[in-house]
């Protein structure tokens, strides 16, 4: 199931003048950041590592600029933002939900700098109350170094996953994480985690007969029952 979409048009590395625009771009943000957050952070993580490393100061304060709803002078990071889509190289990502999992498929590029741009760019067309939360995963994107997992997803919710439970009146994060999966104290050895989060996540699902507008809600408090009970 298609769950966030994002198409990104950039002119290849070599034009004399470097271009860079917004296609189609399905971004839920319902609880923020939303499947529409993880995809723009999932693309900001995967191409930050091949940007110049020069140019990271001025993306972290195109971030906030793009935030706070301020106009931006172009070009950035010696890219333009435009409209016209023509000649330029599309590279479509798309976030996935198998009904167990989150996958993102991210297409292939030589142009760093374009899809990161694109990612804030996207981030700026949301609505104002949920940008910020949106912009503070696609901040905390640029620090992942890893695979683009559970774990990735994990890093980007947890801060917002942990209010949920430490709203509940003041509730010890454990026994919060046992009720959301239904365990008790004895049943909480790794593979038994690890099933009881596959089934519930699956039933979750819109495609399984979920409720599709909780599940964000209840994917995001699922992966961070199994974060607590797992890593602590």
């Known amino acids: 199931m298609l769950l966030a979409e994002l198409e990104v048009f950039h002119s290849r590395p070599i034009a004399p003048t470097r271009r860079v625009a917004i296609g189609v771009a399905v971004l839920p943000t319902s609880p923020a950041p939303g499947f529409g957050g993880l995809l723009l952070g999932g693309i900001v993580a995967r191409f930050i ?117 430490s709203t509940l009146g003041g509730r010890d994060p454990v026994v919060w994480a046992l009720g959301v999966l239904g365990l008790t104290p004895e049943l909480t050895g790794r593979k038994v985690v690890q099933n009881r989060f596959r089934e ?6 819109p495609d399984h007969g979920g409720d599709s507008d909780d599940a964000a809600q209840r994917i995001s408090e699922l992966t961070e029952a199994r974060r607590i009970l797992l890593h602590g």
């Open 49 to 165: 590592p091949e940007v110049d490393p020069d140019l990271l100061d001025e993306l972290t304060r195109l971030t906030h600029q793009v935030e706070a709803g301020q106009r931006i002078a172009q070009p950035r990071l010696r890219h333009r933002l435009q409209d016209d889509r023509v000649g330029l190289t599309k590279c479509p990502h798309r976030l996935i939900g198998t009904g167990e999992e989150l996958l993102f498929e991210l297409h292939e590029s030589v142009a760093a700098e374009p899809n990161v741009l694109a990612a804030v760019y996207a981030a700026g067309r949301l609505a104002p109350e949920v940008r910020p939360s949106v912009m503070s995963a696609i901040r905390r994107s640029m620090h992942w170094r890893a695979e683009l997992g559970p774990e990735f997803v994990e890093y980007l919710t947890e801060t917002r996953s942990t209010a949920n439970w």
């Open 200 to 205: 519930l996540l699956r039933d979750a699902h």
